[in-house]
């Protein structure tokens, strides 16, 4: 038999039938397989002398599989659902008579599952499961999501008997979706790996600087450890108050939590916006700025008392030059903290989630507090500047560098000092 | 096929420690935060002790807290003790700030110092201290607060510990902040912090004196939001009488604020003080500030938006939808985006 293919094609595409050809057949141990499932295949030649090669084709593939002795069986997995897939035998012979073939169809059958495999966190997702080769009405889908150890389940009964199902709602936690029904008589089943891609939020970091007049007249005069700056946050003026809003300790007034009530992600909370900001202000001590400062320093401070109050301003903003994220400034500092070195809470609280919803706010609140420990410590820490920074340096060019005076006070009110003072802190 | 699929879901359980990590042994986390310079190996410890520390078992949680209170009695490191503090802060227990207070007594550097006064901030924040910390506590409080040649960063942490002292520390405040001027940075936001009842007048009337530096100002009308909020969340309230003076004082400085900064912070305020009654004023002065043009108002409108969800109508969010993409500052753009996500999340 030659042309198998016609007498396939006589007999119809449903009813695998193996076909009779004169020397060759072959029988599948199944004629209906679930897609990812495997059938035996049996290729009889009769008589079978000089049989040199029993080569196995399947429909949509390349590579066949190969027998050179008997039994000539052939285990085949089928990873892609067809119906009427086409498996085709070829026998060779070592006696240089040509070739023969025999040909069986089977089904394959399974599902599809489609939908977004990274959806973006809160956005509404859909997946659908639907029978492969589509239109294969299905009685029941079994739906599952595991994420974390907890499995969320779905049955949909599918009462308008088509052939797909859907399940939807809100992703926010990654896991493995899955989705099983029997189809066809097979029992079919798919997953999906779904990864949750973030929302991007980057955190806004704003600085006014030499935001408001700040100091005392009296206060370096008296106190020579009066601060000459200060990088604090703009309403609350407490320096160690990084991210906010915030109700002192607690970030609750910064973020809205949501629960999921459908679709995989059923019964989880996540963080559904979130309003945490960096809002710092510079300020210089007035005093410095003053003619009166100016005139009792004016041999004491290099190259000037202009430049002295500028090496503050750069000292609390951001280095010399004004230098995006510097390590000379405090508030190039945060930047820093913030964009290189990985303490933005706001895009960590962005994937934070939980069953429980004061275990959200727990682990929020912990977040938050670890990210502006982290960037306090950083930005506040002053080393860096005192040693290589040129707006505060050690060295002669250092801006502010050299000694200036102090306001002393004596028996008959104060006096100046000599040019002995190098910079207190700021 | 099935196996692969397995063996893929466990390689991606190992890469994912989520946010429900196993509660477990904490010893390598409280190493991890005792050691480490890795952010991310340190916010991944903070938060898994977090998860301890909310879900472990009663013997579990006992051994997380003894192993975080013996790093912050005897870390030599600053940022150490800023660390814990900070994990430590939602579960302290007043055997903790005891501990701490005692180091205090002894400790000699003055950076250990500052760190051990800004934990405190943190720690006695939700604890009832024995009396005797307490008044330990309050005596070291006042030693720093008025102590003019100490550092402003100490001296503002101990003035924010020394408000939730309760009514001997607001006395303390009071004393201290005649005496030295670094008090003064943070007073205002102190004392709305107490929650004492006497902070109200006080904020009041700081807010409303224009010979007060505009800086003195804003952190007083900050305070009158702060000082509210406090209060409820501690279950305390308010006399009507109380909230009708500074819901009205509010409305006055957002219609008359002297620059962008003071109104931003007077409407901020007025949204937590203010009662339904207001509303259409609040409206109002919302609407103007989305019009603004000006950064600092435009933000602060929308931060009230997002507060107030009565305030959340058609006319309203299509000014919001418009300046999430139209705004000038990334800040109220990212407001903008969070009242739309955050109407999404409810749809």
């Not at chain 1, 007498?7 to 449903?14: K, Q, S, W, Y």
Request: net charge negative; proline share 5%; glycine share 8%.
């Amino acid at each position: 038999m030659r042309h198998p293919g016609t007498i396939l094609t006589f007999f119809g595409c449903l009813m695998p039938i193996p076909v009779l050809a004169a020397n060759v057949t072959i029988v599948p141990s199944e004629s209906t397989i679930g897609q990812g499932g495997s059938a035996t295949f049996t290729v009889t030649v009769v008589p079978d002398t000089y049989v040199q090669r029993v080569s196995v084709f399947y429909e949509g593939e390349s590579a066949p599989d190969q027998a050179f002795t008997r039994p000539f069986e052939f285990t085949h997995q089928f990873n892609s659902a067809m119906q009427d897939l086409t498996v085709t035998a070829v026998v060779s012979y070592s006696s240089g008579a040509p070739d023969d073939f025999a040909s069986v169809d089977i089904d394959v059958i399974g599902l599809t599952l489609t939908g977004p495999s990274s959806p973006l966190r809160g956005w509404p997702s859909g997946f659908t499961a639907r029978s492969n080769p589509t239109g294969l009405p299905i009685s029941q889908f079994n739906w599952s999501f595991e994420a974390e150890g907890v499995v969320n389940t779905f049955t949909d009964f599918n009462v308008d008997g088509d052939d797909k199902s859907i399940w939807s709602g809100k992703m926010v936690v990654d896991g493995l979706l899955k989705c099983s029904a029997v189809v066809g008589g097979v029992a079919a089943d798919v997953a999906m790996l779904v990864n949750i891609a973030p929302r991007g939020w980057p955190i806004s970091i704003t600085c006014a600087p030499d935001n408001e007049d700040w100091g005392d007249e009296w206060a370096p005069k008296l106190s020579p450890e009066a601060p000459l700056g200060v990088n604090r946050d703009r309403d609350s003026n407490y320096i160690s108050s990084i991210f906010v809003p915030r109700n002192g300790n607690n970030f609750r007034p910064a973020w809205t939590m949501a629960s999921i009530t459908c679709g995989p992600n059923t019964g989880w909370y996540y963080v559904s916006s979130c309003t945490l900001k960096v809002r710092r202000e510079t300020c210089i001590n007035k005093y410095i700025k003053t003619q009166e400062f100016a005139d009792a320093n004016v041999n004491c401070i290099y190259p000037g008392a202009a430049e002295f109050v500028q090496a503050v301003y750069n000292h609390e903003l951001r280095g010399t030059p004004d230098t995006y994220m510097s390590y000379e400034g405090h508030q190039g500092r945060i930047e820093l903290a913030i964009r290189e070195f990985g303490h933005d809470p706001k895009q960590v609280v962005e994937g934070l989630y939980s069953r429980n919803p004061l275990h959200l706010e727990f682990l929020v609140d912990e977040a938050i507090s670890a990210a502006e420990t982290q960037v306090f410590f950083f930005a506040a820490d002053e080393a860096y500047m005192r040693a290589y920074a040129p707006n505060w340096g050690l060295s002669e060019d250092s801006l502010g560098w050299g000694s200036h005076a102090r306001w002393l006070v004596g028996w008959f009110g104060g006096y100046w000092s000599d040019c002995v003072y190098g910079p207190p802190a700021f | 096929m099935r196996k692969t699929w397995i063996a893929t879901y466990l390689i991606f359980l190992s890469l994912t420690s989520g946010s429900l990590g196993q509660v477990g042994d904490p010893s390598e986390s409280v190493a991890t935060l005792a050691t480490s310079s890795e952010p991310k190996a340190v916010l991944n410890a903070s938060l898994k002790l977090a998860d301890i520390l909310y879900r472990g078992d009663a013997q579990t949680v006992v051994q997380t807290r003894a192993l975080l209170s013996q790093q912050l009695v005897s870390s030599s490191s600053p940022l150490v003790i800023l660390r814990v503090s900070s994990v430590l802060c939602r579960k302290a227990t007043p055997e903790i700030v005891a501990a701490v207070v005692q180091r205090l007594e002894q400790e000699r550097s003055e950076e250990n110092q500052t760190a051990l006064w800004e934990g405190l901030v943190r720690l006695i924040d939700r604890v009832q201290l024995w009396p005797d910390t307490q008044s330990r506590l309050l005596k070291l409080a006042r030693a720093v607060v008025n102590n003019r040649s100490l550092s402003i960063r100490m001296v503002s942490a101990a003035t924010m510990v020394t408000a939730q002292l309760g009514g001997e520390g607001f006395d303390a405040l009071l004393e201290a902040r005649n005496k030295n001027p670094n008090v003064a940075d943070v007073f205002y936001t102190a004392i709305a912090e107490s929650s004492d009842v006497r902070a109200v007048g006080l904020l009041r009337e700081a807010a409303a004196d224009t010979r007060k530096t505009e800086g003195m100002r804003i952190q007083a009308v900050r305070g009158l939001g702060q000082v509210l909020a406090a209060r409820q969340e501690k279950g305390q309230t308010l006399e009507n009488r109380e909230l009708e003076l500074t819901a009205g004082l509010l409305a006055k400085l957002v219609a008359e604020a002297p620059s962008d900064q003071f109104f931003s912070a007077a409407l901020r305020s007025w949204n937590r003080v203010a009662g339904r009654t207001q509303l259409i004023a609040m409206r109002a002065a919302v609407l103007e500030a989305l019009d603004s043009g000006r950064p600092i108002r435009e933000e602060a409108g929308l931060d009230v938006v997002y507060d107030n969800e009565s305030l959340q109508d058609p006319e309203v969010i299509n000014k919001v939808v418009a300046r999430a993409s139209a705004a000038r500052s990334g800040a109220a753009r990212a407001g903008a985006a969070a009242i739309l996500e955050h109407r999404l999340s409810r749809e």
